[in-house]
Nanobody, 118 residues
Framework: VQLVESGGGLVQPGGSLRLSCAAS????????MGWFRQAPGKEREFIGR????????IYADSVKGRFTISRVNAKNTVYLQMDSLKPEDTAVYYC????????????WGQGTQVTVSS
C-alpha cells in the first residue's frame, strides 16, 4: 500500500487544519490507520488511530478533544481534523497503516509539515 499525506501548511494559533491521507495499492490489507507527528529534536509521537471496518477511534491525551480522525472507505482516505491548534502542535505529520490488530505500523506516508505560528 502507498500512503500520501496532504493538507499541511502554516496556521495561526487557535486555527484549524485538515490533513488527508490517501491510500492506494493493497488497500484491502488495512486494519487501521494511524496518525503520528514528529517535531524537531523530539521523538515521533502517536496522535491517534481509526479502525478501518467500524471507524472506532483512539487519541493521545495531548490532542484529545481538539483532533478528530475520520475515514471515507470508498475513497481509501483518512482525515485528521485539527482544531484549536497550538504552537506545540508544530511538527511533520505522518499517516501509517496497521495491517492487523496484532501488527505494528508497517507502511508510512512521506509526511506533511504543519506549522502553528503567529
Amino acid at each position: 500500500v502507498q500512503l500520501v499525506e496532504s493538507g499541511g501548511g502554516l496556521v495561526q494559533p487557535g486555527g484549524s487544519l485538515r490533513l488527508s491521507c490517501a491510500a492506494s495499492g493493497r488497500t484491502f490489507s488495512i486494519y487501521g490507520m494511524g496518525w503520528f507527528r514528529q517535531a524537531p529534536g523530539k521523538e515521533r509521537e502517536f496522535i491517534g488511530r481509526i479502525t478501518w471496518s467500524d471507524g472506532m477511534t483512539i487519541y493521545a491525551d495531548s490532542v484529545k478533544g481538539r483532533f478528530t480522525i475520520s475515514r471515507v472507505n470508498a475513497k481509501n482516505t483518512v482525515y485528521l481534523q485539527m482544531d484549536s491548534l497550538k504552537p506545540e502542535d508544530t511538527a511533520v505529520y505522518y499517516c501509517a497503516r496497521k495491517s492487523s490488530s496484532l501488527s505494528g505500523y508497517d507502511a508510512w506516508g512521506q509526511g506533511t509539515q504543519v506549522t502553528v505560528s503567529s
